[in-house]
């Protein structure tokens, strides 16, 4: 094979275009390639599939709205942190200011907070702002080269220009370094170029920095205030502690600290997912299970918002590639309108269960135009599809009701979040779940004003959604009238505190005989305790509140053509976002047929291992019957005696050196799998790695 | 009472002479050699289940060794009352859902003719004793720990020690010596097969089991790949029994010495081969599974457009499953390195790879910078400078192995990651080591944004096993060798002469462990010779040998340094042979 060499381990294939071509490469001149179109544009294949702009643009469109949500959510941190080193920075103290800012525990997202703090504090306070990771300073020396290369040569956008210069030079140049990284010299650079705003030093991940590195630096800094005055500003993943456990008093003493907390990422998830997931903005509907397993991983696992969005994309990519054109959607061009009345026939009715499904209730001539009249196909299909849509976004609006109403509720037998709910809601008919249930006898316990109060929340949220919606002004018209019902007996029963009713039964039982009192009795235990006026109020209430979710909430997942816009596929999202290869190993060595597809090693479980497994699939065999030390020559035997089984057992076969060449090779897979490995307790054995008996 | 493990040649031609009686007239002769396990194969059932029946009693028998010889007499007396306890045993499985039999035990079902089975032949006096390791720990354990068999006592042992695949084995001193148990049962089952095709009285019965066999390695896969399901209770014990669990750990961990054979590879005619060896058989060989292979292979490369597709969107694909990826690599390799764009492949497992490699063959090889710089961050800008700018051309990163030694260190990780989250550079990796995702951290992960995709190749390992020093594998010391050659080369002719004396010495050393030369005593060599005139001097050289791991220095009995060259003597002897000492 071309890429095995014993010699080296790195191989190059370039493409032709570099051979000399190299002058045009450099970015920002203008060269004929600049011309060239990127990958994409060019076409490759997906890229000019019809569905691919449709998906960049529903991309698109999402990562805007992320983006403005993360500048809605560190607004408030950010001007906090810049008003607190701007202004201590201008007052003359002896310390040095310092900015704490706890980030949390979801590493992959702090380059997006720390890029915007970045941004803050050069629009607001100084244009010397220099971001440091642990990575590059291992020591003063790094850590001051950093600063000061960061300083003088800004970031890479003045490197390229400055290689533009030396135009001749026929290969690109290595940046200008500092040669000198002393605190003096950053003093020397700070006295020449003349400003008097501060240097903020930012140091992303203070818990991974070298504290002696930190101290020396903090000590350096307060030293040369004077003529140099520095900011610092500390991400702290953990607690604020860590800052003093990590520095001394004498230093810490140096330091004129304040915390900053960012949001929970917990808390920004949430919001992401009820304000741009959750939202009718967002073009791409996903699947409750699906949906479920990407939170069940930031919760579980990261706490990443970042690489929650990444697996989103993931399934959105795939959901687009799978349905093709028929992902595209939007309310004012169905793509379908587009397509001849054939094509839809032919792409939509033989693939589609949900379709097959509608077809089925119909009878008569009305079935028989479905399956064969591809013009009328296409008017359902537009139809079916319009209905889908419509409502989902009441679908939508109706779990935003719903959570109003559960969300307060002890235990959250419907969980906490919207999301909660949608996990459910998406492909089940959530007022047949228990849980909905136990939330509707405890909604029966609910006090006046706060039946009041979820009311004027429920008809808040229809209202700010009527505008779309039209189909929702019936229910607020029948909502207020109840809430209004509801207002008037709080007013009335203030003046009237007790019934006259029940006066009047005490009066009439007084002046009965013991047997008709008896009989009286029993006859009022037979008949329902009178309901009181706001008794009655509430159960009209809460009947509607009902029948307006069952109406709402018709799972999308139970309607025609919901594959088309319900990005569902569990399996494959579990399978290539969280992968298994401890199992696909596992099962490979085990169960070979299960790859191979041959009809040689099939259904041989009964026997154990079967002479035609490939070899190392026979020593894996092998190997699960020993325990932790494995005897090489035992193994060896054992090997050779199922690889000659087919020979005649007459004689004990010595081991022939092909047997034990391919006995060999198998180990050494083995060992290369990390199942084995050698061990220098006995002479010719091998220690076993894993453990664990799984045949039988 | 036979010591496991140990040989005992004179005990090997025993046939065990069994007459099976199966209603009145029906008589069977079996001749089992040399395991009466087999015999009692039928009662081990009950083991397993942990039910205490008669048959028990007749257990400390096959656990001493000594009744072998009079086995004609007892195991008929056993297996009249096992034949009993088996319908019996039958009954009560089934009642219970746990229908699984073992292979063997059809050699106890009535059969009506009867018929003479020889099983197994002589054995060589040399390879006996192929017990696999744990069932003589168990036998061990069994005859030493719990004499007193009780009921209660036999559960306990069950669930402690018992894996089910050995549970079917009951220990009996005398084993036919190449057989696995599983082929053994195998091999009886067969033969009682073929008896019963003759006679299907019980055909269904077998038919039956064997069902219920598979319907258990069902269970099993299921238990891995699925969430449990709400099924009988009967699956959910199996289930106990047969999946991997994390009490298997603390089994296979047990503080007791795991006992094995004293077998070497020296019985062998050549206890190892060298690579070329086996590389030229394994070339004469057919090869398995070669079309089935090729359809895998096919399918995979039916996934690449699939793929680049993930790549271009900014995801990474990590590879993994059973076989080498390398072929799969260098085939995706040709369809995406085009006219415009770049590919590199790296070899993970290539034993001397640096990280230093893969960044100057991306920043000197691709993009053409004169120099590289030593700083591996400084690499790291130049390179997601380059892959995030909009125009550049895309740079497809290929590394075989990112789980490889040389580039497990989370340096390199971390590095790699960073730079695959540049625009334009697109990183496929592939993963083969069981523990790999072990690497990855939540960090790694974010950075990567993998995909995974399970392209199992079942191709062997030959590549990437070239490299590794296999245990079996026979060093042929050239590389050393050839090593040893270049550092002499560069030496002073009194350093040679010191490493003369240590040569000399270690090849005159008779003793199978040479403990090494003594720092004194080649000092004492040494100045008689006139290399070295002072302790110092002679320090300094050593310290010369040892920076090139030409020397090894370990604390003798005594405290004193002891010096000797890590190489066997068989290289030694060459070396000294190419170079002419004397003249020094």
Redesign the interface.
């Given at each position: 094979?071309?890429?095995?060499?014993?010699s080296?381990?790195?191989?190059?294939?370039?493409?032709?275009?570099?051979k000399g071509g190299?002058k045009s490469?450099s970015?920002n001149k203008s060269s004929p390639?600049?011309i060239?179109k990127?990958?994409?544009e060019e076409g490759?294949?997906?890229?000019q599939e019809t569905w691919y702009p449709a998906y960049k643009c529903v991309l698109m469109s999402l990562e805007d709205q992320v983006q403005n949500l993360y500048t809605d959510m560190f607004a408030q941190l950010l001007e906090n942190v810049s008003v607190f080193l701007g202004r201590t920075s201008s007052t003359a103290i002896n310390e040095i200011p310092t900015a704490v800012v706890l980030t949390g525990i979801n590493?992959?997202d702090h380059a997006v907070i720390f890029e915007a703090v970045e941004k803050k504090l050069i629009d607001d306070i100084s244009p010397h702002v220099v971001l440091l990771s642990s990575?590059?300073c291992s020591t003063a020396r790094h850590l001051f080269g950093q600063i000061l290369n960061k300083c003088q040569f800004g970031d890479?956008e003045m490197e390229?220009e400055s290689a533009e210069d030396s135009d001749d030079i026929?290969?690109?140049q290595?940046?200008k370094r500092a040669t000198k990284c002393t605190f003096s010299e950053i003093s020397l650079w700070y006295k020449n170029q003349g400003s008097d705003k501060p240097v903020i030093v930012v140091l992303t991940d203070f818990e991974a920095f070298t504290p002696s590195v930190v101290e020396d630096f903090i000590y350096l800094a307060s030293e040369y205030k004077s003529e140099v005055p520095v900011a610092l500003v500390f991400g702290v993943a953990t607690t604020e502690t860590t800052v003093h456990c990590a520095l001394p008093h004498r230093i810490m003493s140096r330091l004129a600290m304040e915390t900053f907390a960012t949001k929970n990422s917990k808390d920004v998830l949430s919001h992401l997912i009820n304000e741009v997931i959750l939202s009718s903005k967002c073009l791409f509907r996903i699947g409750g299970t699906v949906f479920k397993m990407l939170t069940d991983i930031f919760l579980f696992?990261?706490f990443?918002i970042?690489?929650f969005l990444?697996k989103f994309?993931?399934c959105m990519?795939n959901h687009f590639?799978k349905r093709g054109v028929f992902a595209v959607y939007c309310k004012d061009d169905l793509t379908v309108d587009f397509m001849t009345s054939k094509d839809v026939a032919k792409s939509i009715v033989p693939k589609l269960k949900s379709f097959r499904l509608f077809v089925e209730q119909h009878r008569g001539q009305e079935k028989l135009d479905l399956l064969t009249n591809d013009d009328h196909i296409k008017e359902t299909v537009i139809r079916l599809e319009n209905e889908l849509l419509d409502h989902f976004d009441y679908f939508l609006v109706g779990l935003k009701c719903l959570h109003e109403m559960t969300a307060s509720l002890p235990q959250h037998p419907l969980g906490r979040q919207v999301s909660d709910l949608y996990f459910e809601a998406v492909s089940k008919k959530i007022w047949e779940m228990p849980e909905y249930l136990k939330c509707a006898s405890l909604w029966k316990h609910l006090s006046g004003t706060e039946l009041e109060e979820q009311l004027d929340r429920i008809l808040l949220i229809l209202e700010g959604a009527s505008n779309e919606l039209a189909g929702l002004n019936e229910w607020i018209a029948d909502i207020t009238i109840v809430n209004a019902k509801l207002k008037r007996i709080f007013t009335g029963q203030r003046s009237a505190s007790c019934s006259p009713k029940k006066q009047n039964k005490a009066a009439e039982l007084s002046g009965l005989s013991r047997t008709q009192l008896q009989q009286q009795l029993k006859e009022l235990s037979k008949s329902s305790p009178v309901q009181n006026k706001f008794e009655l109020v509430r159960n009209e209430a809460l009947e509607l509140v009902d029948k307006m979710f069952r109406s709402l909430l018709r799972p999308p997942r139970e309607m025609p053509l919901h594959e088309l816009m319900l990005f569902d596929d569990l399996e494959l999202a579990k399978?290539?976002?969280?992968?298994?290869?401890?199992?696909?190993?596992?099962?490979?060595?085990f169960?070979?047929h299960h790859?191979?597809?041959?009809k040689c090693c099939e259904?041989k479980?009964?026997?154990?291992?079967s002479t035609?497994f490939?070899?190392?699939c026979i020593s894996y065999h092998?190997h699960?019957?020993?325990?932790?030390?494995?005897?090489?020559?035992?193994w060896?035997?054992?090997f050779?005696?199922?690889v000659e089984?087919n020979a005649e057992?007459?004689e004990?076969s010595?081991?022939s050196?092909?047997t034990?060449?391919?006995?060999?090779?198998s180990?050494?897979?083995m060992?290369?799998?990390?199942?084995?490995k050698?061990t220098s307790r006995?002479?010719?054995?091998?220690l076993?790695?894993?453990?664990?008996?799984?045949?039988? | 009472m036979t010591k496991e493990g140990e040989v005992k040649s004179d005990d090997c031609e025993d046939y065990v002479k069994v007459k099976v009686i199966c209603g009145e007239d029906v008589e069977k002769h079996l001749f089992i050699k040399g395991s009466k396990e087999k015999v009692y194969a039928g009662s081990s059932t009950k083991r397993r289940t942990g039910f205490s029946t008669a048959s028990d009693h007749f257990e400390p028998l096959d656990e001493f060794g000594e009744n072998k010889n009079r086995a004609p007499l007892t195991p008929k007396a056993l297996f009249a009352e096992d034949s009993l306890n088996k319908s019996r045993d039958k009954a009560d499985e089934v009642r219970r859902g746990r229908r699984?039999s073992v292979?063997p035990a059809g050699g106890l079902q009535p059969i009506p003719e009867a018929k003479e089975i020889t099983l197994?032949?002589?054995?060589?006096a040399s390879?006996n004793g192929?017990d696999?390791?744990?069932r003589k720990?168990r036998r061990n354990n069994s005859v030493e720990e719990e004499p007193p068999k009780t009921p209660s006592n036999r559960t306990m042992r069950n669930v402690d020690m018992k894996?089910?695949?050995?549970a079917k084995q009951t220990p009996g001193s005398k084993r036919r010596?190449?057989?696995?148990?599983?082929?053994l049962?195998?091999n009886v089952?067969k033969c009682i097969g073929e008896m019963l095709c003759e006679s299907d009285s019980d055909a269904i019965s077998e038919e039956s089991e064997?069902e219920s066999?598979?319907e258990?390695?069902n269970d099993?896969?299921d238990s891995?790949?699925t969430p449990p399901k709400k099924e009988e209770a009967k699956i959910k014990i199996k289930k106990q029994t047969?999946?991997?669990?994390a009490e298997?750990?603390f089994?296979?961990?047990v503080s007791s010495k795991?006992i094995?054979?004293n077998?070497?590879?020296?019985?062998?005619?050549?206890p190892?081969?060298d690579q070329d060896?086996?590389n030229d058989?394994?070339q004469?060989?057919p090869k398995?599974?070669e079309?089935?292979?090729k359809?895998?292979f096919k399918n995979l490369e039916s996934k690449f457009?699939?793929w680049?597709?993930?790549l271009?969107?900014?995801?990474s694909l990590?590879l993994?499953?059973?076989?080498s990826k390398?072929?799969l690599?260098?085939s995706f390799?040709k369809l995406v390195?085009?006219?415009?764009?770049?590919?590199?492949?790296?070899?993970?497992?290539?034993p001397?790879?640096t990280l230093r490699?893969?960044f100057s063959?991306i920043i000197r090889?691709?993009?053409?910078?004169?120099?590289v710089?030593g700083d591996e961050?400084?690499c790291c800008?130049?390179i997601l400078?380059?892959f995030n700018?909009?125009?550049?051309?895309?740079l497809y990163l290929l590394i075989?192995n990112i789980d490889g030694q040389?580039l497990q260190s989370s340096k390199a990780q971390?590095a790699i990651a960073r730079i695959s989250m540049a625009k334009k550079l697109h990183l496929v990796a592939s993963?083969?080591?069981?523990?790999?995702?072990l690497l990855l951290d939540?960090?790694l992960?974010?950075?990567l944004?993998?995909?995974?995709?399970?392209s199992?190749t079942?191709l062997?390992?030959?590549?990437?096993?070239?490299?590794?020093n296999?245990?079996?594998?026979q060093q042929s010391g050239k590389m050393v060798l050839s090593s040893l050659h270049s550092v002499f080369q560069s030496l002073t002719t009194n350093a040679k002469k010191i490493l003369n004396i240590l040569m000399e010495n270690q090849l005159n050393a008779q003793e199978a462990n040479y403990p090494g030369m003594s720092f004194r005593d080649l000092y004492q060599e040494a100045r008689e010779q006139f290399v070295v005139s002072s302790n110092l001097a002679l320090r300094a050289q050593l310290t010369e040998f040892l920076d090139h791991k030409l020397v090894k220095m370990k604390k003798g009995f005594d405290g004193s340094e002891m010096l000797h060259l890590p190489l066997p003597p068989a290289i030694l002897k060459e070396f000294k042979s190419t170079h002419n000492f004397d003249s020094l």
């Open positions: 094979m071309e890429t095995s060499s014993m080296k381990g790195v191989f190059v294939y370039r493409g032709k275009r570099s190299r490469r970015p390639r600049k060239r990127t990958r994409e490759l294949g997906y890229s590493l992959p990575r590059t890479s390229i026929e290969t690109p290595l940046r696992y990261d990443s970042q690489s990444q994309k993931f990519l590639a399978k290539e976002l969280m992968g298994n290869s401890r199992l696909a190993l596992n099962k490979a060595l169960n070979p790859y191979l597809k041959c259904q479980y009964e026997e154990g291992i035609s490939p070899d190392v092998l699960l019957e020993f325990m932790k030390h494995i005897n090489l020559y035992d060896l035997q054992s050779n005696l199922i089984r057992e007459e004990d010595p081991v050196t092909e034990q060449a391919r006995f060999t090779q180990i050494a897979d060992q290369f799998l990390g199942f084995i050698p006995k002479a010719d054995h091998v076993r790695l894993t453990w664990g008996n799984n045949c039988a | 699984k292979a197994s032949k002589k054995r060589a390879d192929c696999t390791p744990e720990r894996t089910p695949e050995s010596v190449l057989d696995t148990p599983r082929l049962r195998t089952k064997s066999e598979e258990v390695f099993v896969r891995v790949e047969k999946s991997f669990s298997d750990y089994d296979a961990h795991v094995t054979s077998h070497s590879l020296r019985k062998l005619e050549k190892r081969l060896t086996i058989a394994l004469k060989m398995k599974h079309k089935e292979c359809i895998i457009r699939r680049q597709c993930l271009l969107e900014g995801f990590l993994y499953g059973l076989g390398a072929s690599l260098n390799r390195s085009s006219d415009e764009d770049d590919a590199i492949v790296i070899n993970g497992f290539f001397t790879l490699d893969i063959a090889d691709t993009l053409d910078y004169a120099v710089p961050n400084e800008n130049i400078r380059h700018h909009s125009d550049s051309h895309h075989n040389a971390n993963i083969d080591h069981i523990n790999a995702p939540q960090c992960l974010a950075k944004n993998l995909v995974w995709q399970d199992t079942m062997p390992y030959y590549e990437e096993t070239a490299f590794e296999s245990v079996m594998v």
